[in-house]
């Protein structure tokens, strides 16, 4: 079974940006949809982007124009690009592979550790 293992989280200040890597131990190539979620303190853990093999994205609305998902096959890595943080971006993200089953999406791992990105005003 792919296990993923989340880095690149940290302490920015309000208006910066972060680079987010889920580094997968085998191939990629052929999983169909991975996804970036997010739980901050407090609250129940939500989607931030996803993205399909062959291109296809969806965000959440409130990261929308802020953060771009991206997949490398050949480095068995997908990345979460985020710009123009706010605090409330503050949270731990994961990332896990998602499986889509009657009409809906669902992650297939067991959460990882995760990577915590702090934003401050």
């Known amino acids: 079974q792919v296990q993923l293992v989340e880095s690149g989280g940290g302490l920015v200040q309000a208006g910066g940006s972060l680079r987010l890597s889920c580094a997968a131990s085998?191939?990629?190539?052929?999983?169909?949809?991975m996804g970036w979620y997010r739980q901050a303190p407090g609250k129940q853990r939500e989607l931030v982007a996803r993205?399909?093999?062959?291109?296809?994205?969806n965000y959440a609305d409130s990261v929308k124009g802020r953060f771009t998902i991206s997949r490398d096959n050949a480095k068995n890595t997908m990345y979460l690009q985020m710009n123009s943080l706010k605090p409330e971006d503050t949270a731990v993200y994961y990332c896990?592979?998602?499986?889509?089953?009657?009409?809906?999406?669902?992650?297939?791992?067991?959460w990882g550790q995760g990577t915590q990105v702090t934003v401050s005003s």
């Open positions: 085998g191939s990629i190539f052929r999983i169909n949809a």
């Open positions: 896990n592979i998602d499986s889509l089953y009657g009409g809906g999406w669902y992650s297939t791992l067991p």
């Open positions: 993205i399909v093999n062959g291109g296809s994205t």
